[in-house]
Nanobody
Framework: EVQLVESGGGLVQAGGSLRLSCAAS????????IGWFRQAPGKEREGVSC????????VYGDSVKGRATMSRDNAKSTVYLEMNSLRPEDTAIYYC??????????WGQGTQVTVSS
């Protein structure tokens, strides 16, 4: 059974930083694309970042480029998303998703990030 469990969300002041974690299991982590997506109330889901797997490449959404860093620890089957210079518009539920950067099949339950102004 595939499981993706996010943690690390919470309330952050604008300009602050956060680090999200996603612990994965149930699939070959090293070879699998895994990424972060987010959805704010009333808005469409947005890709934040995605690591394509064994080739190590990572892509970022335009709205977070330069402020976000995604990393993966294959030994722990965990990915991380660090974001700094947070803005109120970064407020959303952040989801970890796996198996594809374009149309992931597997999703975590999400973690709420709220950035106060």
């Amino acid at each position: 059974e595939v499981q993706l469990v996010e943690s690390g969300g919470g309330l952050v002041q604008a300009g602050g930083s956060l680090r999200l974690s996603c612990a994965a299991s149930g699939f070959p982590f090293d070879d699998t694309a895994i990424g972060w997506f987010r959805q704010a109330p009333g808005k469409e889901r947005e890709g934040v970042s995605c690591s394509t797997g064994r080739d190590g490449s990572t892509v970022y959404g335009d709205s977070v480029k330069g402020r976000a860093t995604m990393s993966r620890d294959n030994a722990k089957s965990t990915v991380y998303l660090e974001m700094n210079s947070l803005r109120p518009e970064d407020t959303a539920i952040y989801y970890c998703a796996a198996d594809s950067c374009e149309a992931p099949e597997y999703w975590g339950q999400g973690t709420q990030v709220t950035v106060s102004s």
